[in-house]
């Protein structure tokens, strides 16, 4: 019969196993009114991520100009081979612009946004309801409408890049006319 050894813990190893219950105590009853103030220059270095640190507003135009610029390389570069007609070019890029917005671009912005919402101000259509589909198509026929003018005031071709600043510059005009009838509408505080 073999003898079990009866081995002996030195106290460091003793004390690997004890638990802190005082810690654990401070932590389950930790709220705002007890929890010490940390600066924002200590929590940043704890922020996960570098796209943290880009704004909200140079992230939000970024998206817009990125699928408006996809749209045109798509829609006007890939499908004017087959269309003739610059007026039937519109309407395609009008319909793809409408549809891409509300069903791509819109939903990135939601799908990014915290709770606060702090990307919603950046869309035309805030909510997300059947009737924006129709309303995406039309507001960017009449945003399409405004760019093919300065298009031929600028007397320049058509070219992703351009036609994403420009369709991204008058959108977020037309946004920032919204919000200013919006705060100044009577009952708005």
Known sequence: MSKKKNKKFSEPEKDYYKLNTDAVE??????????PKVSDKELSRYSGSILNRIPIW???LFIKFWFAGAVCFFFYWG????????????VVLGLGMGIVTDL???NVLRFISSADKEYYPYMMFETNKYWTFI???IYAAIILFIVINIYR?????????LFG?????????????KGLILKAAPGKD
Do not use: C
């Open 104 to 106: 791509l671009t819109n």
């Open 79 to 90: 499908l004017s081979p087959y269309l003739s007609s610059w007026l039937d070019q519109v």
């Open 58 to 60: 140079a992230k939000a």
């Open 26 to 35: 401070r932590l389950a009853n930790a709220d705002k009114g007890n929890v």
């Open 153 to 161: 005031l600028l007397h320049m071709n058509v070219e992703p890049i």
């Open 165 to 177: 600043i420009l369709y991204t510059a008058v959108d977020m005009l037309f946004i920032k006319a």
């Open 135 to 137: 309303a995406n198509i």
